[in-house]
């Protein structure tokens, strides 16, 4: 027989996943003179990563992750099946409010049912979401005059999804007793039901950023001079400027993992901050 096991768990590998994409890179100098020059650059990335197999010995799908607490740590979010793409989202389908400010939600045949009606019938809860995007695209330019240059390099993802959990914890006028509301487009005062999940805090995370810009100028200098210097450039540059997004929470970005679970991508989890804005001025000298 084999000798105990020295720890409460161990590391199987209980599925494979394949994956496939395409990524695309080119460059061009699309006006290159004397005074004045302008390159042009842009990359682009797909990927597509499926679950082929998995071990009958932990179910029929893996589930990586919940809500969280307080309150919803059974309410799970993520769910990956035998044959599934790898980042969906998993619960009731939101399709709007009745008359007395209820939830209603599609019982798995497209009819809206109130909470109450909706749990009688396991097949209510579907795909409703998927954390990965469909593709990435980077654009950068570089333009030089004279003594100037300037660099630019915009930045997106599309095709991918988030769970908003600021708003499926703080949202609800009725849950909300020490802490302040989340105000949105989706915000409903009327609503009297208790916080439930579903399709309504789930969001498109589609964006591009202004992720960089940088102006410089470069002084002429006397290289023969005694101070030895070969080069005096100064520039002012600019990180995370701006983002172009429809997302409502704090940062668009792709999550391509949950604390460091893989297979539950696209959760924007309430420790998220707004990133900064930085503006830096510098003097870089040659000698």
């Known amino acids: 027989m084999p000798p105990p096991a020295l720890v409460a768990n161990e590391w199987l590998n209980v599925g494979d996943l394949k994956s496939n994409g395409i990524e695309i890179a080119l460059g061009y100098d699309v006006i290159k003179k004397k005074d004045f020059s302008w390159n042009t650059g842009i990359n682009f990335s797909t990927f597509h990563i499926k679950l082929t197999n998995l071990s009958p010995a932990v179910g029929t799908y893996i589930g990586q992750t919940n809500l969280g607490s307080p309150g919803q740590e059974a309410t799970q979010i993520t769910r990956t099946a035998k044959g599934d793409v790898l980042g969906n989202f998993y619960n009731a389908v939101f399709m709007g409010y009745d008359k007395n400010g209820h939830f209603l939600f599609s019982d798995g045949k497209g009819n809206a049912v109130i909470a109450a009606d909706e749990v009688k019938d396991?097949?209510?809860?579907?795909?409703?979401?998927?954390?990965?995007?469909?593709?990435?695209?980077?654009?950068?330019?570089?333009?030089?005059?004279?003594?100037?240059?300037?660099?630019?390099?915009?930045?997106?993802?599309?095709?991918?999804?988030?769970?908003?959990?600021?708003?499926?914890?703080?949202?609800?006028?009725?849950?909300?007793?020490a802490y302040n509301l989340v105000n949105t487009k989706y915000f409903n005062p009327t609503l009297k039901d208790g916080q439930i999940f579903s399709s309504l805090y789930v969001e498109k995370g589609d964006f591009v950023k202004l992720d960089n810009a940088t102006l410089g100028y470069n002084f002429p200098v006397n290289k023969s001079g005694k101070m030895g210097i070969r080069n005096i450039r100064a520039f002012l540059s600019g990180h995370n400027l701006f983002t172009i997004t429809g997302y409502t929470g704090a940062d668009p970005e792709v999550r391509y993992s949950d604390g460091g679970q893989i297979l539950a991508p696209g959760i924007d989890r309430r420790a998220t901050w707004v990133l900064t804005r930085a503006i830096t001025f510098g003097l870089n000298i040659g000698f």
């Open 122 to 177: 396991p097949n209510y809860k579907q795909v409703i979401g998927n954390g990965l995007p469909k593709f990435e695209a980077g654009w950068t330019n570089t333009f030089t005059y004279k003594n100037w240059d300037l660099n630019i390099f915009l930045r997106g993802s599309f095709g991918h999804d988030i769970i908003n959990t600021f708003r499926a914890f703080y949202e609800n006028p009725n849950v909300s007793s």
